[in-house]
Each structure stands twice: as C-alpha cells, then as structure tokens.
C-alpha cells in the first residue's frame, strides 16, 4: 500500500510528528512502514514503555539520528564523523567516532528506573565475530555501581550490566541482531538475544547511570 493511497489525516499522530521533523521526508512505502511500526509499538503496549527510540537504519542521516518517542529532543550527536549508510544506520570505531544520546537515565529516565528499566541495540552489518568496540551501547557511571550498558558482540557472546555495578556475561549462538538487558526488579538482570531469553543472574541494582549514553561505544565517566 503506497502512502498516497490513503487520507494523511489516517496516519498516527506520533508518525506525523516524525515525518515533520525529517529534513528529507521518507518515501511513500517507507513512511508507510514507519506508521505500521508505531502503531505494532502501541498496541503490543511497548511503546508506552519506552522513554527513547532511535532507528538508525534510516533513508537518510538525519532522519536516523531522531528520536521517535519525541523527535523535538534527544537527537543523536555525531562524534568524529561515524559513517552513515542508507538503510542500514552508522558505524563508528568503537572509541573516537560514535553516536551521543544526551539522554542520562538518572536525569531523564521515567520509563526507565533503578529496579525497571531495560535497554538494547540492533546489530545488522559486520561479521558474527568477538568486537568489543562498535557494537557497545551505554554508560558507566560516576561510580562503577551505577553502570549500564550492552556489549552486543563481548568475546563469551553478550556482557550487559544495567543499574548495577557487576556484568552479566552469557553465551549465545549469534552475535548479529537484537540484543537487550532488562532490569526485572531490585534483584535480577535478564538478557535476550533475538527475542530469546539468555538467562537471569542476581544483580542487586544500586543506581541508574549519571551519565548520557552513547552508540558505538560506551560512556566511561565522560570518556568514549
């Protein structure tokens, strides 16, 4: 179904929103795409849940480094000129050249919180090898107890620590795709690989991190 086959008044208020804030406007077929995903987002009640969503796989660059849940705030800052491809989002190297939120749990989370909270990255290009560097996302705190973040391709498989202090590191058969680490309660982390669990480990939470997240690499205390 093409875009212009039906009435725009008929599009979600939230993917107009978005269609505003892009410089270059999305194809016909593409825009359509966007809107069947946030309204797949609201009726799974995900998208109430979420406090930033950014798809880097994009047609064009600014339009990647939106925010959906709020396209006027939390863009994503370059840094160091991290190459952009169409359809398939940026790549840095892991350490001078990455992506900067702006968005610090401790500041601005309300979905996300010391006991519920959860954060992931999409992985689509590279090979399915150990690389602790381009595929990082998140941020250590001030202090070691207040971390978060995903390594998407650690050298076990995945490490994610979220509000806490001490990793979770699992096995998993792939390296490629969705990774994600949820805060279930004051106790346990869990992390998914693809939609499938990875396991739980007791991770008593002590804080969300004071720090803004990046993509590409991770936030040491102000330091890619």
Known sequence: MAFDSFKFGRVDADTRTLRAAMTVPPPPGRLWRIDQMIRQLKQHGIWQKLDT????????????RLNWKAP?????????????TADRGYAGNGTTSYLDTGWTPSSNGVQYTQDSASLGCYVNAGTDTADNTQTQFGAVGSVSARNGFVFARAAGGVSIQINGGTSHAVAAATRMGMTAANRADSANVESFRNGASLGTAAKTST?????AFYIGCYNNKGTA
């Open 53 to 64: 969503l950014w798809i880097l796989a994009a047609h064009d660059a600014q339009a990647a």
């Open 207 to 211: 804080g969300t991190p004071d720090r």
């Open 72 to 84: 006027a705030s939390f863009a994503l800052t370059t840094v160091n000129s991290p190459t952009f």
